[in-house]
């Protein structure tokens, strides 16, 4: 177990170092010039010799190998450089920005399991029944409605017709609840149906039917044996969903001036805030790789079936 | 590999780890409510939105600090009043030597910063001398590169000599920033403020009360103000950066008044106005809106062809259908709000015969079976560039493509980044671009001298103009002139020959918006673009 964790920590760093690589190919093909970039948000007139200066403070000037050597230096010491807008180091205004962005992220993964699971399971066990229909035509809604105008809607009815909840900011739980639903509704969406496939699924499964024709009782069937198993998927794809969350929260954070990372991020691409932008990506890269791990863990917890050979050699 | 009793209490464990960090982070953010509840009852509030953080306020440094917020604290020795008049504020008078190299200004009695320290002479030239420690970052401002140096005459008496004479010094010195003015206990020990401060204390109406980075900040009343104190007792600012959002939180009722440019959508504007519920006003124009036509380009080089394109689009028809009546089709390049700008110009009417006749006569003739004009075998082709994420400036480069096609000339969109933009248009590398003049207090000087001066490319632009050599003269002599009737004869000249010459062509005038709620009271349009608009605004509940 504990070789197996290393070693999934360790794949991490040539995937960091991809990731490094693509952003810093990113930047350099893009048409904006770091040194215009930073000048133009910092309200400087570019003439020449101001731009050959920050060419220079940049390391622009070196040949691209040296800056790539440089830049990924740079971030093993957690160095993400000053952003161009406001010339605070970008590491500490990111991680000024988290806290809100996971409460966000954590919250609407919450609110997701607690409704997709028993609604995802109530469906299967009571296939076609009409709590199943419901869950289907939730799920239609909640995959196919755009997340900023289920935020808009939101916000009209609860807080703008019915008055019961705040329009937008972060503060009390009563801010939380509009950002949380608009955020776990496609997950709802997705998880319910997936749990449902899967319960449908195992109860096709022999153990079923033995355990039935051993007299044991049905919810112990249902609750014990089956939901345990079946479950699995829907635990991957939240983790992997925990990612994307942390990440991409950027439309919420919008909608509902929620102070996150995200918001910060869609501030920087307005500025050209090349800084912040890399920080983002490779945050975001990280992020990815190391819930996946996590989510890879917890399966292996829940299945002990899933070899741990298995697993590395993949 | 786990017992089963383990395995439940160890997810029983995660799970409430994980719901505790939920509500940690809510029950903590509970007592940091931003105060809008507990001053409700008796104090006078307004609560407005803005899109972006209010910044560092710091008076001697740009983004991210907003200039509105920026003008709340900080106060300048002139104020820029409506039609361009300076007003004394934290100077009581000046005086101009005659050959407009030496100022010297009285400061006011009596005035004081917010922590209760004396604003005098000293203080103000301890401003000077930290913006001045960094004249790079301020190198677009006239004065800053005309200033050769300042001193202390007395305690409340403070002088400015210039290296050469420039009469728009006074207005520059009524920006917002950077020549505003920072109390002692701001400084940063070794007085470079361009690398932060330790304080925001100025001398302004109000005072920095609470602020939490992109959620709130709110402004109260400065107890030492020297002048007649604000009606209002609090300015609540919330950060809400999507526009849509801001609409709601207004019909809630949870925002007073939404400010600014372009801070609610054309949509949004029409749609509050016509509920009747609220009051929606229009500031007189703040700036123009003007097509580029780069002369460096030898088709644009001829008048007849600008003159044709002027005549071959329908202003009114576009600027009314695109911006649904919030800009104002314009015939003038400089509205005529600002100080040497109100002159009648002839308008440059619609109509296709006249183009297609400039078109004939300057040689572009169109092919029979073909839908582009040419002459000597090359077509009459031309590319305008556009900044990508502007939806305006989009659907009226789509509009002149489709109405010149009309009249033979063939035009290319080209969306771009705002900076390749900027930066092609610096460079003089581009047929036709969108352009903006600055607005008051910066306009009529700053326009003229970026038609003069290289690097913006305005001047570029007018490049292979005949008179471009005279024009840049008297740009000369009108910014370093002392005598008020021939700076304004030679405006007149100036601004003549540019309308003329139809290098800039006005498209339309853009306009401040505001919408408030009827309880909010004597509400007005600053005169100074930059400035914020509360001085005499009250609210009754």
Redesign the interface.
Known sequence: MVSYIGKRILAIIPIVLFAILITFVLIHIS???PA??YL????????EE?LAEKRHEFGLDQPLIVQYFQTVMKICRLDFGRSY??NEPVWGEVT??M??T??LA??S??FAMIVSIPLGFLSAVYKNSLIDNFSRLLSFFGASIPQFWLG?LL??FF??KL?WL????????E??VLPTMTLSLALIAIYTRLLRASVLEQLQESYVLYARTRGIKEKVIMVKHVLKIAISPVITGLGMNFGKLLTGTIIVE????W?GFG??F??AI???DIPVIQCYVLLAACLFIVCNLIVDLVQL?MD?RISLKGRTDQ | MFGSTKKAVLLMVAVILLLSTTLLGCTKKETESNGENKAASAEKVITLSWPRDVGPMNPHTYNPSQLFAQSMIYEPLVSYKEGGKLEPYLAESWSISKDGKEYTFKLRQNVKFSDGTPFNAAIVKKNFDAVMKNPKLHSWLGVINALDKTEVVDEQTFKMTLKEPYYPALQDLALVRPVRFLGEAGFPDDGDTSKGLKKPIGTGPWVLAEYKKDEYAVFTRNPNYWGESPKIDKVTVKIIPDAETRVMAFEKGELDLIYGEGAISMDSFNQLKESGKYVTELSDPVGTRSLLLNTSNEKLADLRVRMALQHGFNKQAMVEGITLGLEEKADNILSKNFPYTNMDVQQVEYNVEKANAYLDEAGWKLPAGKTVREKDGQPLELELIYDKTDPIQKAMAETMQAEWGAIGVKLNITGLELTVQIKRRKAGEFDLDFWYNYGAPYDPHSFINVVAEKGWGVSEAHSHLSMKQELDQQIKETLASTDEAKREQLYNSILRTLQDQSVIVPVSYIKKTVVYQKNVKDFSFPANRDEHPFYGISISK
């Open positions: 048409p904006v010039d215009e970039a133009s948000a910092a309200h400087i007139h570019p003439t101001l807008l406001t000024a920005r806290p809100a996971i409460q954590v919250s993964i919450l808009y916000i009209f807080s703008v008055d705040p329009v937008e900011g972060r503060g009390s739980w801010h939380l919008q909608v509902f001036s102070p918001r910060y869609v501030e307005f500025n050209r917890y002990p």
